[in-house]
């Protein structure tokens, strides 16, 4: 997923290497999501439900099993509080219309820090936050709470080349999550950063491995070992757009 993609317009297009990228932008000068898929996972895509230049969904079947996939863009710590409220009001809405028995994926930049420690909030998180939680990490505690989901980056312990999501200067916050229904918390495998100065700058990326479990205990795995490594030509470039 991406965020603070600043293209206007509601579309999907093929950026090289075999990816697609569907996204959702207004004026092409500030905010915008999107979602970039294998192009073999693009032709499994059966909704694109894009709600703002903050948030966009985008389900797909993989072997039967449903996903959808949540690219969400909070308003940064200065907003009015009445952009922050609209903002998760409208993530309420698009997770609350998601059945219960499809798979849940949110990959945001929340502009928040959940904070280290999980003492009274276990059910949504793991011991391994970063620093003290603020206002707006207090809203995504709440929200995932709220919606029976946990935020995966606190639930395996990393390096702090390997939890920090933004490095600028001699700062180096957590604020990009994942979250998942805790009922699928099992199925990820790993939560991480890759800290690769060529990919989108001073922003990194952090990847999830996740492994489907289907009814009968047969599990999927949706993707094998990620080579960033390699992302060369235009796949790049949206990266660092």
Known sequence: MKQETKWKGSKARNIGGWFK???????????????????AYSKSVIEVKRVSDRGMNVK???????INVISAYSPQVGCEMEEKEK????????????PKKERLVIAADFNGHVGKGNRGDEEV????GFK????EGQMVVDFAKKMKMAVVNTCFKKKEDHWATYRSGGRCPQ????????????EIGDCTVFALNRVARQHRMVVCRMALEMK??????????????????????VLNE
């Open 21 to 39: 990228l569907f996204y959702h932008g207004v004026d092409g000068k500030r905010n915008g999501v999107g979602v970039i898929l294998k192009e």
């Open 60 to 66: 797909l079947e993989v072997e039967l099993v449903i």
């Open 87 to 98: 903002f998760w009001s409208e993530l309420d809405e698009v997770v609350e219309g998601v």
């Open 125 to 128: 998180m793991g011991r391994h």
């Open 132 to 135: 003290e939680r603020n206002v």
């Open 175 to 186: 604020v990009k999550y994942i979250l998942c229904r805790r009922s699928n918390l099992k």
């Open 216 to 237: 009968k205990r047969r599990r999927v795995r949706t993707e094998g070992r990620i080579r960033l490594w390699k992302l060369k030509g235009e796949v790049l470039n």
